[in-house]
């Protein structure tokens, strides 16, 4: 027997769609949904024909609210839907930032922002093609889990 899900639409916001199955709660995480008062929907392991198995984030906050910088570090195969009225009123493609802040934490623990807390954690990207980010102040080549 097949079951219909059904979530509703947002007012305004964002959907976020073709994200890798599994990969919602990172993206949670990383977006620091927790620390804003806003409504929050995933979809987990959602059919997909073109992935397999998908995951779908429905975000109803003021769009200004959600810096989507970090999504195209994490995934930048992911279609970013950005709803107003109801209505989806842009569609963003994401790509791989070239500099990330305080997202992730240099490992080396010679590495200045091992000694200085305060300092930012930087990292550049260097190679586009391999997806390798390296620390801005080390070069420390940072390693996806």
Do not use: W
């Amino acid at each position: 027997m097949a079951s219909i899900l059904n979530v509703g639409r947002i007012a305004e916001g964002f959907v976020l769609d073709h994200i890798q199955a599994g990969k919602s709660m990172e993206i949670y995480k990383y977006l620091n949904l927790g620390k804003l008062d806003c409504t929050v929907a995933i979809i987990k392991n959602a059919r997909s024909a073109k992935m397999g198995k998908k995951d779908i984030m429905k975000i109803e906050c003021p769009i200004d609210y959600i810096d989507l910088e970090v999504l195209g570090f994490i995934d930048h195969n992911i279609t970013v839907n950005i709803v107003k009225d109801e209505e989806i009123v842009e569609k963003m493609a994401l790509t791989l930032p070239k500099e990330i802040r305080n997202i992730i934490r240099c490992r080396n623990p010679r590495c200045i922002t091992s000694i200085e807390q305060e300092l930012e954690q930087v990292f550049l990207l260097t190679n586009e093609e391999k997806e390798i980010y390296r620390c801005k102040y080390c070069e420390e080549k940072y390693k996806k889990k």
